[in-house]
């Protein structure tokens, strides 16, 4: 029993490099498909991503929520009957309409405040990019 262990893990790590191969290719044709999306329509792929990073991090939440709950009362977690859908389309809403294209146009506007791409300031790229951060944080 320990040898097919130790074989089947041999086999799983042999692999290991075809999958990250695959991950790589993959992670880079979304990469270009993704900036492809953003040169044709930037405020609808900033809106819909917004929407989908909105949705993601409140169903994560509800389901933290609900196990937490499920272990403070002592009961078993049933997440599927407890999402919340008017709160999860509250989450989605926002994402679509207000902050992805609000963020759209505060970047486009920090960027020709302070332009990162080019020497228009006299700053360094990395300089104008940490004067940026800076900025966004008021």
Not at 83 to 104: C, E, K, M, Q, W
């Amino acid at each position: 029993q320990l040898l097919t262990v130790g074989i089947i893990s041999w086999q799983v790590l042999s692999n290991i490099g075809h999958v990250v191969s695959w991950m790589q290719m993959t992670g880079s044709a979304l990469s270009v498909w993704y900036m492809g999306c953003l040169a044709t329509s930037p405020i609808y792929t900033k809106s819909l991503t917004s929407a989908l990073i909105g949705f993601t991090g409140d169903t994560a939440a509800q389901f933290i929520e609900e196990r937490l709950r499920a272990r403070k009362e002592g009961t078993p977690s049933k997440f599927r009957g407890r999402y919340d859908r008017r709160r999860g389309l509250a989450n989605v809403s926002y994402g679509i309409f207000v902050t992805g294209p609000l963020l759209h146009f505060a970047y486009n506007f920090l960027e020709t405040l302070i332009p990162v791409s080019g020497a228009a300031t006299g700053l360094a790229a990395s300089l104008a990019a940490l004067c940026q951060v800076l900025i966004d944080d008021f």
